[in-house]
């Protein structure tokens, strides 16, 4: 039914190159091995490293920026919280869409898009955790020793909302991982890299005569999400000494 | 006893596995006759309030259950009875009143409500009888204009009114057992004094037999006609009140009573002329912020602390007194400059320490150092204790082998292993946190303490410990001590000096036995004469 459909469709995006839509039905099979095979494993690993890279120094300006804003409170408080609130207030696909299809469709751009799509719910989260434990007792005891305000935000108070920002941390990368597959299922992805959801959205069409083009992606995305979540969790009890010390 | 309305026979109460012992109650049997208080008495975790909340099968099932034993309750024993039936007694034969008036109200319904409430439940009524009961049990509970606390919400109320409701709550379909978990721990003194007596003169009307769970001695003596002493979930002493604390036989009881504070002053030192620290027209207030954009009229302000002038003589012990909201919490914070104060002056050798910056005040911390109300929140729960002590000489300059050479010593002095440097807080117990809490304060060898509520938060056997910890430490450091607390009893065997706050303002100031002998405020003297047990202390001392 949708190949003409499907093909109008990622031109108005001016992002579905021919190597999609226009793809012989035979090389299609192809398309399953894709992550597999040596010469994609390191375009797979550098997507990868790139975004994790964007991500962990994304998260570093955005937990700096949240703990300033829980910590100082007041004016800081309330100019950091309200650029926060702007991002938050844009629908967090639609905006990736828009970031991607302005910057052109690559990895750069992804990593760019998602990234900027997911901090604000971190800062918000270290912010609330920073405006709680700013007034506990124990930071206000590091106050009496004369302890500097960096201090006590990064070896003080830091530590003690590692858990949640450990737990949403991994959640966001679950999250990163969807939103990508959305991107490339929309034709959005980068044509030179195959990742699960441009398979996905490949395979759409065949959907009826090869189910298996679309279900296997579809079942590792499932799992990789649910590995990460589950690494995110073991990550907090990890960490925590009071549950350290129950095992 | 035939007329008992209430026999609890050799009741075990099962933890879960692993738990640090087996039994939370082992073998309890106590019995409560109509119109008779029964306290029982005992430190944390000594299995007090779960034996209340299997009277009213609400123990935290399944992992807490009742394993052997029977409860008897005119007849029917509670540990058999149907799910159903233990709904129809709960509220309706027997009912609790909770210890934080806060929590055990839903915020989001009214007063009026939440009574209503009960009746549909367990009284054919209509909305008409049922809002007219209302009121009239908000009346006889002595709440001010009940019309219009039938439809307040909780948050509405203060912290004495609303444990007035919940006392009209319990009291609604007039239960033939009240019990009192607790029910004026988190309450001010004075406020505490009208609960109990409301409680005393509800009992005379209705006849109902009362359980009053409790730790205060001072209350006990009070409303008990019998007590019970419970130590890890056994009873080690029952018998009337007058047997229990007067004569008490066995050696728990008897450590336990002793280590309540006297109400008779410890005799004043003499007074140094050296000033430590003083304040002089100390001025703080909260709010009166606007919103972001200036819109709006600003914020409530509030007067937290209003041109205290106050002074602190080398080698002393000034207490500050007052109830909750009086502003002694922030006074102390505003002389510590962990808050800033609005006006006046902050002394110390000649310096006012109320003007100067964050890093110019650095050198000045390691004088003035502060010990915290509680030791679970004032502790880092990722730094280990070691670190925590360590930390302080480091950030004034010592190098890390004389910082933790420094940390073992005091450690010692606390009272503390060497071992606890390489631990986490949450090993230790409250009174072992307090102690680290304590030692992190000597770090800096400080000549002048301050100390909030350092033991309100503590057993009264671990109370006494710190105190007489905070009694050494004082003597052998000289050090001078502003010792903020909201209990006279303690405030008599502390202080030297006592200054009573009350709306951020200083009514009094004198020699604690002057302030207690000859009270010259009308204040002072509402405050003094709340204190729990009095009669039993004039008893015991004369």
Request: glycine share 8%.
């Amino acid at each position: 039914m949708s190949t003409k459909s499907s093909d109008s469709y990622v031109d108005i995006m001016e992002a579905g190159k021919s190597t999609l839509v226009h793809m012989p039905a035979p090389k299609k099979k192809k398309l399953l091995w894709s992550a597999g095979p040596p010469d994609h494993v390191g375009e797979k690993l550098a997507l990868i490293e790139c975004a994790s890279i964007l991500l962990i120094g994304i998260s570093s300006c955005t937990i700096a920026e949240a703990a300033a804003a829980g910590y100082y409170g007041g004016r800081t408080d309330d100019i950091l919280m309200r650029i926060t609130e702007v991002f938050q207030t844009i629908p967090s696909f639609v905006f990736a869409i828009l970031l991607v299809a302005i910057m052109k469709p690559s990895i750069d751009s992804i990593v760019v898009a998602i990234t900027v799509v997911s901090w604000p719910g971190v800062a918000r989260l270290v912010r609330g955790e920073f405006l709680a434990l700013k007034n506990r007792e124990f930071v206000q005891a590091c106050h009496t020793l004369g302890m500097s305000d960096r201090r006590i935000m990064l070896a003080e108070i830091l530590p003690n909302c590692l858990s949640p920002i450990i737990v949403i941390g991994s959640l966001m990368v679950a999250t990163a991982i969807l939103i990508e597959s959305g991107l490339a299922f929309l034709g959005l992805g980068d044509p030179n890299i195959m990742s699960w959801g441009f398979q996905i959205g490949a395979g759409r069409t065949m959907l009826r005569s090869a189910w298996w083009i679309c279900t296997f992606p579809g079942i590792a995305i499932l799992i990789t999400v649910l590995a990460i979540n589950l690494v995110g969790e073991g990550l907090n009890d990890a960490l925590n000494p009071r549950l350290r010390e129950r095992n | 006893m035939t007329d008992s309305l209430l026999t609890i026979s050799n009741l075990d109460i099962a933890l879960p596995e692993g738990s640090e012992r087996t039994l939370a109650v082992e073998n309890l049997s106590v019995d409560l006759a109509p119109g008779e208080t029964l306290c029982i008495v005992g430190e944390s975790g000594s299995g007090k309030s779960l034996t209340a909340r299997a009277l009213m099968g609400l123990l935290p099932a399944p992992h807490v259950k009742v394993s052997r034993g029977a409860i008897d309750f005119c007849g029917e024993d509670l540990t058999q009875v149907s799910e159903r039936r233990l709904r129809e007694i709960r509220g309706s034969e027997i009912s609790m009143v909770f210890q934080e008036p806060m929590t055990a109200l839903n915020p989001v319904m009214t007063i009026g409500s939440q009574i209503d409430e009960i009746f549909r439940f367990h009284a054919n009524m209509s909305a008409q009888q049922r809002r007219q009961r209302a009121v009239e049990l908000l009346d006889s509970v002595q709440l001010p204009d009940p019309k219009q606390i039938v439809s307040a919400y909780p948050h509405e109320l203060s912290g004495g009114q609303r444990q007035r409701a919940m006392i009209a709550m319990a009291l609604a379909l007039e239960p033939k057992i009240l019990i009192a978990d607790e029910p004026t721990t988190a309450l001010d003194v004075t406020t505490q004094a009208q609960i109990l007596k409301l409680i005393s003169d509800m009992q005379a009307v209705h006849k109902t037999g009362v359980l009053f769970i409790t730790h205060d001695f001072g209350v006990v003596a009070d409303i008990a006609d019998r007590v019970a002493v419970m130590q890890y979930g056994r009873v080690v002493e029952t018998g009337t009140v007058d047997k229990v604390l007067n004569h008490p036989e066995h050696p728990y009881t008897q450590a336990l009573i002793a280590s309540v504070p006297s109400l008779t002053p410890r005799a004043a030192r003499t007074r140094s002329d050296d000033i430590a620290i003083e304040t002089e027209k100390l001025h703080k207030t909260f709010g009166g912020g606007r919103s972001f954009f200036g819109l709006g009229p600003p914020n409530r302000v509030v007067h937290a602390v209003k041109d205290v002038t106050v002074e602190l003589r080398r080698g002393e012990t000034l207490g500050i007194v007052g109830e909750s909201g009086s502003g002694k919490s922030t006074l102390a914070r505003c002389m510590i400059r962990l808050l800033d104060s609005d006006s006046g002056k902050i002394m110390i050798d000649g310096t006012n320490l109320r003007t100067l910056e964050r890093a110019q005040m650095r050198p000045w911390r390691s004088k003035i150092q502060m010990v915290f109300q509680d030791p679970f929140a004032s502790l880092n729960p990722r730094i280990k204790v070691g670190q925590i002590i360590a930390q302080g000489p480091m950030i004034q300059g010592a190098s890390r082998e004389e910082a933790e050479a420094r940390t073992r010593e005091l450690l010692g002095i606390v009272g503390l292993d060497e071992r606890a440097f390489n631990r986490y807080p949450h090993e230790f117990s409250g009174g072992q946190r307090q102690r680290i809490g304590i030692a992190r304060a000597l770090a800096l060898n400080p000549e002048i303490l301050v100390a909030d509520e350092p033991v309100s938060a503590l057993d009264v056997s671990i109370q006494a410990q710190i105190l007489k910890l905070l009694d050494e430490i004082r003597e052998r450091m000289n050090l001078s001590m502003l010792f903020i607390t909201h209990d006279l009893r303690v405030a008599a065997q502390v202080c030297d000096r006592l200054a009573v706050m009350r709306y951020g303002e200083i009514v009094e100031t004198g020699a604690t036995s002057d302030i207690f002998d000859e009270p010259q405020h009308s204040y002072t003297r509402d405050l003094l004469a709340a204190v729990p047990g009095q009669n039993w202390d004039r008893q015991t001392t004369v």
